[in-house]
């Protein structure tokens, strides 16, 4: 498990990026500890995307949506075109894309890992998966 402090180095370095990347688009990234806000065009009033990575990037992020409060929000105020089902394992809503958390606890998934793309799949490429879905 990294050190919090240098998960939040990791997490900085890459907002930066995505911001860089991704604030054309009307992207607007916050962090707080290992939690990463996202606000992006095709949100509900008064929900954000949370990107948690307590050991990132030892282990991915997991993605929910919450509320302003950081309180998770049922599957009918997710965007539309992300909420995939309630997770087989959590019983949580989810979005079923790789590099996140939920995808590798995924009974489907057997076979794949996050250190198969550890290093390859970065925040900016989750956000901009995650953009597709919502806005495509």
Known sequence: MPHPTLAGQILD????VAVERLAHRGVQLARDGTRVSLWMPGLADGTK???DGPN???EPLGLSVVDLTGVPVTRERWP???FHSDHPVTGQ???C???LAEYFAHPRHPNE???QFRGRIHLVDLISH???KVNP
């Open 13 to 16: 370095r890459e907002i930066e």
């Open 49 to 51: 995307i949370a990107l």
């Open 56 to 58: 990132y990037d030892t």
């Open 80 to 82: 539309n075109g992300l």
């Open 93 to 95: 809503p989810f979005a």
């Open 97 to 99: 894309l790789r590099g």
């Open 113 to 115: 890992s996050w250190d």
């Open 130 to 132: 995650i953009l597709s």
